[in-house]
């Protein structure tokens, strides 16, 4: 089974828009997943109530308490994990001993990525990590497709070995699904095509 984290430590990257799209992208083509809350506001939870019972099925899992965590016995194919704010606390660390896979996101500004490196450096460290037991990937969040800075924030990553690995548009659908409970691969309308394709690379990833 496969624990894909969400996380970082600067705020307002995107991380619930992230983990709850991924999910809803992986439980749309069939496989059996969960959606673990361990971020205090509860925000996937919350999207998880507004989820129409028509659209595929995911689990809701609190792992807002550190004692939660892997308190799943029923087979699954993956857990998507929205993680807590920061890594200081024990909580953070467990989160990623569990994990397989880490996404990070990151918006493109300087004051993001400056936190975001230093936030990568410090998981880059972590046992689990160091030992590649457990892959992170970056991904670049609600990217203006006017903005210059995604270019300077792909090389200064690059420069500290952690290349983007997707880039992610700002548009209005995710802010649509989010209150509806859903996500953009939910619907196959042909709007949401292009939005989908960018999300191609972060599924690849983490089917590896």
């Known amino acids: 089974m496969r624990k894909i984290l969400v996380v970082n430590s600067k705020g307002g990257c995107g991380k619930t828009t992230v983990a709850t799209n991924l999910a809803a992208a992986l439980a749309a083509r069939g496989e059996d997943v969960a959606l673990a809350d361990a971020d205090r506001q509860k925000s996937s939870l919350s999207w998880l109530k507004r989820r129409p019972k028509s659209l595929a099925a995911i689990e809701g899992l609190n792992w807002t308490k550190e004692e939660a965590i892997g308190d ?7 857990i998507v994990i929205d993680g807590p704010g920061g890594l200081r606390s024990e909580h953070a660390k467990n989160l990623i001993a569990e994990a397989s896979d880490i996404i990070v996101p990151v918006l493109a500004s300087a004051f993001d990525w400056d936190a975001t490196l230093k936030f990568l450096d410090g998981i880059s460290d972590i046992k689990r990590v160091r030992k590649g037991k457990a892959d992170i990937f970056v991904v670049a969040n609600r990217i203006n497709r006017r903005s210059t800075q995604v270019g300077e924030l792909e090389q200064t990553l690059s420069k500290k070995g952690y290349p ?17 409970g859903s996500g953009i691969f939910d619907y196959s309308d042909t709007r949401s095509h292009e939005i989908r394709g960018q999300w191609h690379p972060l599924l690849q990833a983490v089917d590896t």
């Open 72 to 78: 799943k016995d029923k087979k699954l194919d993956a």
């Open 164 to 180: 983007l690995l997707a880039r992610i548009s700002d548009r209005v659908a995710y802010a649509k699904h989010a209150a509806a």
